[in-house]
């Protein structure tokens, strides 16, 4: 089955970075982007960014631009997110999601990973 | 871009009807007929329930329905049921080639 399976919860001080993995089983990993999105606790979801696994290619939100890059490695059908300069902010559930090129919803996600910034 | 607009709560007693608005803008839900759905439960990653205002993926129950009218979407849950209680998102393609979501929505199964 189809399947998005990411690392582990992260504790990180502000300033640093933080890269969370997202891998894929159940289909091949070049025919959808990944998409990343997070959850500050309590709060809504905010769309971050995509990333288009057969050629790299990125597209960002606006707020995260110049501080998330977002890279995969398909021989091992995993995508990548990584956020620089860390803010209390940024703690938040950050989850990865499929999206077929020609269709424009997420489905399924993965299971998110709890990113933590704190002093 | 800014969160679409969604009511902070909607709440129904089972076998009722309930409707969650989404409202943006025509760069977004006017522009487009991309809009979906999720459901999230506590803890849980959210799960896709209608896509492209209006189509059900294969699994979700047939009590879940969307609409659009102009810049607002529209999920329609009818015959209420506990298992239906949950925080609901909207999410639109836009413009610029983003996706923006909403604000989300806790239903209450009174």
């Known amino acids: 089955q189809v399947q998005l399976v990411q690392s582990g919860a992260e504790v990180k001080k502000p300033g640093a970075s933080v890269k969370v993995s997202c891998k894929a089983s159940?289909?091949?990993?070049?025919?959808?982007?990944i998409h990343w999105v997070r959850q500050a606790p309590g709060q809504g979801l905010e769309w971050m960014g995509r990333i288009t696994p057969n050629n790299g290619g990125t597209n960002y939100a606006q707020n995260f631009q110049g501080r998330v890059t977002m890279t995969r490695d398909t021989s091992i059908s995993t995508a990548y997110m990584e956020l620089r300069r860390l803010t209390s902010d940024d703690t938040a559930v950050y989850y990865c999601?499929?999206?077929?090129?020609?269709?424009?919803?997420?489905?399924?996600w993965g299971q998110g990973t709890l990113v933590t910034v704190s002093s | 871009q800014s969160a679409l607009t969604q009511p902070a709560s909607v709440s129904g007693s089972p076998g009722q009807s309930i409707t969650i608005s989404c409202t943006g803008t025509s760069s977004d839900v006017g522009g487009y007929k991309y809009v979906s759905w999720y459901q999230q439960h506590p803890g849980k990653a959210p799960k896709l329930m209608i896509y492209d205002v209006s189509n059900r993926p294969s699994g979700v129950s047939n009590r879940f329905s969307g609409s659009k009218s102009g810049n607002t979407a529209s999920l329609t849950i009818s015959g209420l049921q506990a298992e239906d209680e949950a925080d609901y998102y909207c999410s639109s393609y836009t413009s610029i080639s983003t996706y923006v979501f909403g604000t989300g929505t806790k239903v209450t199964v009174l």
């Open positions: 159940g289909y091949t990993f070049t025919d959808y982007y």
């Open positions: 999601a499929r999206d077929n090129y020609a269709d424009y919803w997420f489905d399924p």
